[in-house]
Structures are given as C-alpha cells and as structure tokens.
C-alpha cells in the first residue's frame, strides 16, 4: 500500500508563500499522477493541481498564475508552491496519488495552512 506524508503547512501571513511537500513511498514512476486537494470547513474537497506521470501539469481556475506543481523523482517527493496567498486559502491540504497497478486512489493525512491578515 503506498503511502503519503504530506508537510510544509502552518500560518502565513496574507501575500506570503510557502512549499507543501508530499513524500511518496513508493517510486514515482508507479503513479499514474499526484494530485493536491485542499478542504475548508464546510466546504467540498476541492482538487487544486495535478502532475501527470509524463510530467504534464493541471491546475484549478483558483490557484491558477500563483501556484507550482513539481516533482522530485529521485526522493520521490512531490511539492505544491503557493504564492499570494489569500484568507480564502486557509484549509486542510491533501496529496492525492493514483496507482498504475489499480489498486485505488491513496490520500495523506493532510497538513493544516491558515492564512492571516
């Protein structure tokens, strides 16, 4: 079963940035794609960025211009860069990876970011 960890959350003050982390325990190369999520209260989950195993890289319309999805193949690590950050960005972040072997979506336990003025 593979395993995610996600790191890097906290309080930021508002325009601030930071780097979220997601360590992979398997190769990188077995994921058909990472993917962030993030979860406010009282709101639904909501899919923030993906890379794709050929390195193609999607975003939602909300973090779109001020967030970077990359990967790290050799620690197996993928981040989440966030930049300009708003209130509206204070959630729950998640890392989502999808198996090739089929063996159904993976989630971390995910890592808190709150966002201040």
């Known amino acids: 079963q593979v395993r995610l960890e996600e790191s890097g959350g906290g309080s930021v003050q508002f325009g601030g940035s930071l780097r979220l982390s997601c360590a992979v325990s398997?190769?990188?190369?077995?994921?058909?794609?990472i993917a962030w999520y993030r979860q406010a209260p009282t709101k639904p989950r909501e899919l923030l960025a993906l890379?794709?195993?050929?390195?193609?890289?999607t975003y939602a319309d909300s973090v779109k211009g001020r967030s970077t999805i990359s990967r790290d193949t050799t620690s197996n690590t993928v981040y989440l860069e966030m930049r300009s950050l708003k209130i509206e960005d204070t959630a729950t972040y998640y890392c989502n990876a999808s198996p090739w072997s089929n063996t159904g979506d993976v989630w971390g336990q995910g890592t808190q970011v709150t966002v201040s003025s």
């Open positions: 890379i794709g195993y050929s390195g193609k890289t």
């Open positions: 398997d190769t990188l190369e077995n994921m058909r794609h």
